[in-house]
């Protein structure tokens, strides 16, 4: 349009002087006003002409620049309905935090990772492709709540999947190792089926938030609970008045009903393997410096072949099996630890462990190691028999991880590891040849503070 404009303009303008010209000339004047008016209306036609070739040439290059910016505008259209289509294609919804992906795998599964103080949940494939994803805002400026534990379940061959919804109105006792909330079951399609609370028990009303450190599936209406609750107990020996603490409490419930817990303040001998290296008041019963010890610290369950349930407490660096048959006397054994019950030397023990993975008699754990800021991991092949262990550490150089991670075995040497709150870098996820000593995917974090919960891997 601002071409054809343009040269009409310069058009109308060329034909009025030209007309002019005739006018004067159709008149008949004579002498040399009429030359000299004919002389001046030829100058102006020169003139005309001599600014109509300067403005069509500038029109030119008006109508190229036009059509330089429609072909950017085009490309700049492509290229963001490129980016929309990827991120349908690659799941990767808006919001998620900045990462980078180096390496890559051929494994035929999806990693999934969560996160402590974002509402983001991603799942990858074995190269690092987002496959899917979830994200949402805080429900307020002040808020840091976090989607824990993203994980799937195949039960009779179907497809379920879940995660840990903290919601920020519950009290969470001032601490930031607790998040109360619920525990949200999707399908398999990502569409939530429903959201789990504990059932009514002697020690918990129904609905009660559960805690977000782990939940274990038997089928979408039988699984174990975790949660943390607080109480003034009148069973430590040195404080027989009285001593507020906060324990954990594990709900085991089938088709509506409680049908066994676990309480750890039921069991005074646990008091006396506190340690402090996770926390410098996980062990002020005296409630000198706060009226909320985090005494024990549950972070991890795992069923073994016998059916018990085999739990990470990470303020007592101790696994506990516990007996489902029983609703006392609970406690079969104690795996590191103040109290081990299997001859482990003190090089041999775990530190502020965080996740835990059965595998007949082998037992594999996460260690932070946070006494001596070095992080590993390590398998323990029990003989329960004779209440001994032999004990792998596979180090990890210059790594430290001061809480949650988890590990994974995948194949041979290969393990998958989730790094948590990583110290040392913004590392999240790594896929390891540990023989090797061969990253051969890693998942790094442009924001370090905003670490994951856990990375875990399922076929």
């Known amino acids: 349009m601002k071409k054809s404009y343009g040269r009409y303009l310069a058009a109308v303008a060329a034909a009025v002087i030209a007309a002019a010209s005739v006018l004067f000339t159709a008149c008949g004047q004579d002498g040399a006003s009429t030359q000299g008016l004919t002389q001046a209306l030829e100058e102006e036609q020169a003139k005309a002409d001599a600014a109509l070739e300067t403005f069509e040439q500038a029109s030119e290059a008006l109508d190229k620049a036009v059509e330089g910016q429609?072909?950017?505008?085009?490309?700049?259209?492509?290229?963001?309905?490129?980016?929309?289509?990827?991120a349908a294609v690659n799941g990767a919804v808006e919001g998620l935090p900045e990462y980078t992906v180096e390496g890559?795998?051929?494994?035929?599964?999806?990693?999934?990772?969560?996160?402590?103080?974002?509402?983001?949940?991603?799942?990858?494939?074995?190269?690092?492709?987002?496959?899917?994803?979830?994200?949402?805002?805080?429900?307020?400026?002040?808020?840091?709540?976090?989607?824990?534990?993203?994980?799937?379940?195949?039960?009779?061959?179907?497809?379920?999947?879940?995660?840990?919804?903290?919601?920020?109105?519950?009290?969470?006792?001032?601490?930031?190792?607790?998040?109360?909330?619920?525990?949200?079951?999707?399908?398999e399609d990502f569409n939530e089926i429903k959201r789990i609370r504990f059932e009514e028990?002697?020690?918990?009303?129904?609905?009660?938030?559960?805690?977000?450190h782990?939940?274990?599936?038997?089928?979408?209406?039988?699984?174990?609970?975790?949660?943390?609750?607080?109480?003034?107990?009148?069973n430590h020996p040195d404080y027989p008045d009285g001593s507020s603490v906060v324990y954990s409490y594990i709900q085991e419930v089938d088709h509506g009903k409680a049908v066994w817990?676990?309480?750890?303040?039921?069991?005074?001998?646990?008091?006396?393997?506190?340690?402090?290296?996770?926390?410098?008041?996980?062990?002020?019963?005296?409630?000198?410096?706060?009226?909320?010890?985090?005494?024990?610290?549950?972070?991890?369950?795992?069923?073994d072949d016998d059916g018990n349930l085999v739990c990470s407490f990470r303020h007592l660096s101790t696994i506990l099996c516990l007996d489902r048959t029983k609703q006392t006397d609970q406690i079969r054994w104690k795996l590191s630890g103040k109290g081990d019950d299997f001859g482990l030397a003190e090089d041999q023990k775990t530190c502020c462990q965080h996740y835990v993975t059965v595998d007949g008699d082998d037992v594999m754990v996460f260690n932070n190691g946070n006494k001596d800021k070095k992080t590993d991991i390590r398998i323990f092949s029990l003989d329960k028999d004779r209440m001994k262990a032999d004990v792998k550490i596979m180090q990890i150089p210059g790594k430290f991880?001061?809480?949650?991670?988890?590990?994974?075995?995948?194949s041979g040497d290969t393990y998958m590891i989730g790094w948590g709150r990583s110290e040392n870098d913004g590392t999240c996820m790594s896929v390891c040849d540990l023989a090797a000593e061969k990253e051969l995917l890693k998942v790094t974090l442009a924001n370090p503070n905003n670490f994951t919960y856990r990375c875990t891997y399922y076929e």
């Open 214 to 234: 782990d939940f274990l599936m038997i089928d979408p209406d039988h699984y174990f609970l975790s949660g943390y609750l607080k109480d003034t107990v009148y």
């Open 104 to 187: 890559s795998t051929d494994l035929p599964g999806h990693f999934f990772l969560s996160f402590v103080y974002s509402r983001n949940i991603i799942m990858m494939d074995g190269k690092g492709n987002v496959v899917w994803s979830k994200h949402e805002e805080q429900p307020s400026k002040d808020a840091h709540t976090g989607w824990w534990d993203f994980k799937k379940h195949v039960v009779d061959g179907k497809t379920y999947y879940s995660y840990h919804d903290q919601i920020a109105d519950y009290d969470n006792f001032g601490f930031e190792g607790f998040a109360p909330g619920d525990r949200v079951l999707l399908d």
């Open 261 to 303: 817990d676990f309480k750890s303040i039921d069991y005074p001998e646990l008091y006396d393997l506190v340690v402090t290296d996770g926390s410098d008041t996980a062990d002020d019963f005296a409630n000198e410096q706060t009226d909320v010890p985090d005494i024990v610290h549950f972070n991890a369950m795992r069923l």
């Open 70 to 86: 429609e072909e950017a505008d085009k490309k700049d259209t492509a290229d963001e309905a490129a980016d929309t289509a990827d």
């Open 201 to 212: 028990s002697d020690t918990v009303e129904k609905d009660h938030p559960l805690d977000g």
């Open 401 to 410: 991880s001061s809480a949650c991670g988890d590990v994974q075995h995948i």
